[in-house]
């Protein structure tokens, strides 16, 4: 009766995991003799090797410092795309395409106006980084501990999806004023070409809501994109392993399972560059523009407009979601933090399924 219960909860899960099935099956063990399995929650112990436990005050500071890393080297080095699609954006009958948006760019500013921007990037996307990675292994562990173990494992892509958009909520806090200044100095040629030049005069010209009226569009852009990002990426990791890679992830190499971590994340990226690329678009005109609404914008770009500057976006979000998550991974790596397995049914769990004896 039990176990019939649960498997009916299990397939009602509107965010239930792709290709999941409750079937007696032979899982691989992942663990070594003596050594603690451990689910979403914390561990209580520190695996040898470890340099920290999981979920730890150590842990979590490492973890904020890769997504500083992560986030803010990736998008400050790919400006040059991150320009010319939001001049894509703004402007579609000067700048045609991606090609032709960089020939414009070059003939009127030169080589170095393709950096335009790059420093209110690098601090926005560094602060960015820090809360979304960071607040993304604190709710993930909060949320995990509220749920269970069972639940933890029947609901995995819930608690992605909700961990990822919670991180994101305080991580576009962050992000908003950089952003807004970086928009401004890339597509309003002549307004200011610096981080100095342009913050004092959006305050003296709009206040501090000059910083901030973008947080909104940015919600809906980022957090639709960093829910499919990270909820993306777990599940496509836990695929890959049982599917395609031909042997348990305890037996491939560090190195073998960086490049998982690559493949998972490009292919992450594409799915968030299509399903934030309208956001994206609002917000660009909104930063350009004095007075105007997200939803003003929304109906004067059209279901056409939304959509420029496509291409440009899903090689740009693709690559950085790649390497974003390789970056991450290799800062925990190298500091040796605790880096779990993809998740297991636990026993517990199997025995009321019927799975075991």
């Known amino acids: 009766m039990y176990p019939t219960s649960l498997t009916q909860m299990a397939r009602a899960n509107p965010f239930s995991a792709p290709l999941f099935s409750l079937q007696k099956v032979e899982e691989p063990r992942q663990s070594h003799p003596g050594q603690r399995s451990r689910t979403l929650a914390a561990a209580a112990a520190v695996d040898e090797g470890d340099s920290c436990e999981f979920g730890s005050q150590k842990y979590l500071v490492l973890c904020g410092f890769g997504g500083i890393l992560s986030c803010g080297t990736t998008h400050t080095a790919v ?10 954006q703004v402007n579609p009958d000067k700048y045609k395409s991606i090609g032709n948006g960089f020939a414009v760019t070059v003939r009127e500013d030169g080589v170095r106006g393709l950096a335009k921007g790059w420093a209110p990037t690098f601090i926005g996307y560094s602060m960015q980084g820090l809360c979304k990675f960071g607040f993304y292994e604190v709710f993930k562990i909060l949320y995990s501990d509220l749920l269970g173990e069972e639940n933890t494992y029947l609901w995995r892509t819930s608690l992605y999806l909700a961990a990822s958009a919670s991180a994101e909520f305080f991580a576009d806090i962050a992000l908003a004023p950089m952003e807004a200044v970086k928009v401004r100095i890339q597509t309003q040629p002549g307004y200011a070409n610096t981080l100095r030049q342009c913050v004092p005069k959006m305050y003296a010209e709009e206040g501090i809501w000059a910083f901030y009226k973008g947080v909104a569009p940015l919600w809906m852009r980022q957090i639709p994109y960093t829910m499919m990002k990270f909820a993306c990426f777990e599940r496509t990791v836990e695929l890959l392993y049982k599917y395609v890679v031909p042997k348990p ?5 560090k190195g073998e399972q960086l490049v998982v971590t690559f493949v998972a994340g490009y292919i992450a990226g594409v799915f968030c560059a299509i399903v934030s690329h309208p956001a994206d678009s609002v917000v ?15 109906k004067r770009l059209g279901p056409k407009g939304v959509w420029k500057g496509l291409i440009a976006r899903i090689i740009m979000i693709g690559t950085l979601t790649a390497l974003q998550w390789f970056i991450y991974d290799s800062v925990k790596v190298y500091f040796r933090l605790p880096r779990p397995p993809p998740p297991e049914m636990p026993e517990s769990l199997k025995k009321k399924l019927g799975l075991t004896d």
């Open 249 to 253: 992830r305890s037996e491939c190499s």
């Open 284 to 298: 660009s005109v909104l930063n350009k523009e004095k007075g105007s609404t997200a939803t003003q914008v929304l």
């Open 79 to 88: 400006v040059p795309l991150d320009l010319v699609k939001c001049r894509m």
